[in-house]
């Protein structure tokens, strides 16, 4: 219907126009009072900007996507920039639809120094060499899909079997409650067709859809994601 893509536009508007500083080429968090803290990589986005331009022709929302993207490149590469998985993830989902949209080697190139980088620090159980280690299932989640998102764009095998590390270490963590992780999971049981991940998945479906009707999710004693076999 039209008026998803109505919404759509306005809120890509915003984006261009105000959560977006043309001065420094960064973007605005998305919090209250978000024009005066900028946002790290836990809080990036052009995915909708670009699909929005792929909708419209509106050459404003490309030309965003692409200064934000400026700024990441230049960003993903220091190490502090990616403290936790949630910044691992995001950065490169905001990262490789811009050189997607735009075939820039220079934002693969970026993206696979970092993911050189934390790759060597990965251990067999999927654990980062990082400066938080938060065990939330969101945040594995939300590493692993950015992992894929480049084993896509490359064909690099070794980064399949990150990703897989990944999103499995989050089998042990509470439960996802809003979906964030279900496309890594989907993609794991895909890859593998293993019991276990497709068990993940739909165990973690079902707190997404609790979430409906409330929120117990993250009260203690609530249940793991994880069953063994």
Not at 67 to 95: H, M, T, V
Not at 158 to 185: H, N, Q, S, W
């Amino acid at each position: 219907l039209r008026k998803y893509l109505d919404a759509a536009v306005t809120m890509a508007t915003h984006q261009a126009d105000i959560d977006t500083n043309h001065k420094t080429g960064w973007q605005w968090k998305h919090s209250p009072r978000h024009v005066e803290t900028r946002a790290e990589f836990g809080h990036t986005f052009t995915r909708g900007l670009l699909e929005a331009y792929f909708f419209t022709g509106n050459r404003r929302y490309l030309e965003t996507a692409v200064e934000l993207g400026d700024y990441f490149a230049k960003a993903i590469r220091i190490p502090r920039e990616l403290g936790n998985e949630r910044q691992i993830g995001w950065s490169r989902i905001s990262l490789l639809p811009v050189y997607e949209a735009t075939w820039d080697t220079k934002y693969l190139d970026a993206a696979k120094e970092t993911v050189d980088r934390l790759l060597a620090g990965l251990d067999a159980k999927g654990k980062f060499t990082i400066r938080w280690d938060n065990r939330i299932s969101f945040f594995n989640g939300i590493a692993a899909t950015g992992l894929i998102y480049y084993q896509r764009a490359t064909g690099d095998e070794r980064v399949a079997d990150a990703a897989l590390r990944v999103i499995r270490r989050a089998r042990g963590f509470y439960p996802e409650y809003a979906g964030r992780t279900l496309e890594a999971i989907a993609w794991a049981y895909q890859r593998t067709g293993d019991s276990h991940d497709l068990d993940f998945l739909q165990r973690t479906w079902e707190p997404t859809m609790a979430r409906q009707i409330n929120w117990n999710t993250m009260q203690l004693g609530a249940p793991t994601s994880w069953r063994g076999s």
